[in-house]
């Protein structure tokens, strides 16, 4: 055997006993260590996690509650729907967010260190264990139930003194854990008292003193009104007046009685709204402003849960009142841009006429000026026009437009502009007509042939010449000019 050769096999020796000693550095050794560190980071836990049929892990999911802090005990429960209900000491929807709050806290808090193996039962008073100053107690099908109980806060290193039910060890946890437990009935109870979930909603009845109005829809369909008159709503801006509605939260709850009842004034509310979700849930609601103006509103709520009194801010009253001209469908054109292949605009001069151009290699596409002569039509105006055309919306009021041509300007002589698919066959005319001043702006007859007001600056924008929808002229260059 050669030098070389020999050199070669004991490199190549070298190499598989380095690797054999990193192999054995990772399993035997780091592995290792980092399965001690995942067993000492278990066993921190308050919360063991519990064994899946697949062999693998997960968190407990509890969901019953029984909470006792600042002098309440409420105990909840999870719905089928994920929301949380407070079935002690009154029936009443709870507020999700801070009943998960408590469940996170259980499952992702971590024991810090031992306190005291065994404590005394002055141990427990220093430590402010008994009586503990909260106590929460949380269970599931099939696990054993958590009490955790939590007393004083050491100052010296942010932490609170806490034990659990069947362990008589007093740790040390986060002081943070205390803040998310500490948890009174006000605390833990809906505050969302004038609103709904806008999901599942197929029915809205809303009598106020200023406005009376009932929406309804199929599921997952679109909103239509059915009073004052049959008519399209606008779904997306409900959907938004429902969120706006959330924003009025109870700020105290008054012990119902028909002495309240009558010291609010809600039994003759100034607006009321029934909302129904199909035939499974109906939320009644009754706003009333009190005596003074510049006191809190009253809201009366009757749900699944039962009846709520309670104190909300004043703007409850006029937000729930909401006109239903802000509500009603007001595109002018319900014409989609790409569906459009021909304009038509009258003038003074006659009428424009233009028509889109689409190759059928599928190239660019483009628009031509057809009447009052043959030209090549700038694309950025056509599309600009086409979309101030698509996206006008009327004016929200709740005044009964006039329908007199001799009022509107809405007669035979007056301009229109209508839109045309590719088969010739008319998808939406607009007739413009003269000013309005109340509201401001101008009548306008759109496609469904009712009597709208629409900005006037839209209105003014439409082109009138051939001109407004031609490429732009070159800049004349003056030869002498640099002489």
Do not use: C
């Amino acid at each position: 055997m050669s030098a070389r050769s020999k050199n070669l096999w004991t490199l190549l020796g070298a190499a598989v006993v380095a690797a054999a000693l990193g192999l054995y550095a990772y399993f035997g050794v780091m592995r290792q260590d980092e399965r001690e560190q995942e067993k000492k980071l278990a066993a921190e836990r308050l919360v063991q996690p519990v064994s899946r049929p697949d062999g693998g892990t997960e968190l407990v999911r509890y969901d019953r509650l029984l909470v006792k802090a600042n002098g309440d005990t409420t105990e909840l429960g999870r719905l089928p729907d994920q929301s949380w209900v407070i079935n002690r000491p009154l029936k009443a929807a709870a507020t999700v967010r801070t009943a998960e709050d408590i469940i996170g806290t259980l499952q992702y808090s971590r024991v810090k260190g031992t306190v005291e193996e065994h404590p005394s039962p002055e141990d427990l008073k220093r430590f402010g264990l008994a009586p503990p100053a909260v106590e929460v107690t949380a269970s599931a099908d099939g696990v054993p139930p958590l009490t955790l109980r939590i007393g004083a806060a050491n100052p010296f290193n942010d932490t609170v003194y806490v034990q659990r039910e069947g362990d008589p060890k007093v740790y040390a946890m986060d002081r943070v854990a205390r803040t998310s437990l500490e948890q009174g009935t006000f605390d833990l109870r809906d505050k969302e008292v004038v609103g709904v979930r806008d999901l599942g909603v197929t029915r809205i009845d809303v009598h106020g003193r200023k406005h009376s109005w009932t929406v309804a829809r199929a599921p997952g369909q679109p909103y239509g009104f059915s009073r004052p008159a049959a008519e399209p709503a606008d779904t997306a801006a409900i959907s938004a007046w429902l969120s706006e509605l959330h924003g009025f939260k109870a700020t105290h709850f008054i012990d119902d009685s028909p002495a309240e009842r009558k010291r609010t004034g809600v039994e003759k509310p100034e607006v009321e709204a029934v909302f129904e979700r199909g035939t499974t849930e109906t939320v009644h609601v009754r706003v009333a402003g009190g005596k003074t103006d510049s006191g809190p509103a009253y809201v009366l709520r009757e749900d699944q849960f039962g009846v709520t009194l309670a104190e909300v801010p004043r703007g409850a009253i006029a937000t729930l009142d909401k006109s239903p001209a802000e509500l009603r469908e007001r595109n002018v054109v319900r014409v989609k841009p790409e569906d459009v292949a021909r304009i038509r605009l009258s003038s003074g001069d006659g009428a424009l006429v233009l028509e889109r151009e689409r190759p059928v290699d599928g190239g660019p596409e483009s628009w031509h000026l057809r009447s009052p002569r043959e030209a090549l039509a700038d694309g950025f105006k056509v599309s600009s026009l086409l979309y101030a055309l698509t996206s006008l919306r009327a004016e929200a009021t709740d005044e009964k437009l006039p329908t007199d041509p001799g009022k509107t300007g809405l007669g035979p002589g007056a301009r229109t502009v209508t839109l045309e698919g590719s088969t010739g066959n008319a998808l939406a005319k607009l007739v413009v007509g003269g000013t309005s001043s109340k509201p401001a702006g101008t009548f306008v007859r759109d496609d469904r042939g009712q009597v709208v007001i629409v900005p006037q600056d839209r209105i003014k924008a439409l082109p009138r010449r051939a001109e407004d929808l031609l490429p732009a002229a070159p800049p004349v260059v003056d030869a002498d000019a640099g002489i």
